[in-house]
């Protein structure tokens, strides 16, 4: 099955469930972010609303992830998200075990296992060197640290908690050279961003500094100069 293969260094902007990025306000932001990713020619993912993804995917050209999947076949559950609806949309892949949405070990070993068999990619989040570790062992395409303490905060981890972030990317790619390593919680700046890659991320995760901002467009171009 063929992976829709992303460019790093990387943003990845999960949209939460904030009502900045919610119906006509998400599309808005999407488009921002796609319009930003052109003009600074620097890679943008975008994890829309659950409700919106299949309709922000066929408005935008930068690549698109679910928020999270359940580890389920297609069949008779209600209220649940297939990797293969997720598929069906057109998106590139979906977040994993986000901290406001834990799953088991064994569930996300069924999703990454089953995304990579249907050509999606996981980014799957962990809190700790060790997680990352033992997640790296099931081939994700990305491992993306976040200590939740600091999620939400404005403290960059990539400023606070600099070990973690090192240390994460030395333990994954130890058992996974080719495993892309991202780092969120508190990113709000490209000087942040900056911080991340130096400390040998691919990139990072995050959502309130560019949904919550009054000037997203200005947030992801001063984000995006962190790649550079
Ligand atoms: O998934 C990204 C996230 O948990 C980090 O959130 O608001 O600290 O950028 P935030």
Redesign the pocket.
Known sequence: MKMIKLETPII?L?E?TYNESAGAQGLRLAQICARVAAEQEVSIVI?PQQVELARIVAAVSIPCFAQHVDAIEPGSHTGFVTLESVKQTGAAGT?VN???HRLTIADIAFIVSRATSIGLLTIV?TNSIAVSAAIAELKPYAV?I?P?E?????RSVSKVDPAIVEDTVKAVRRIDERCVVLC?????SGADVRAAIELGADGV????????AEDPRAVLIDLASGLK
């Open positions: 990845v999960n939460k994890c977040l986000h901290s406001e989040c993306a976040e939740p600091l999620i939400g905060t404005g969120g919680a508190g990113v709000t995760l995050l959502a309130s500094g560019v949904v919550k």
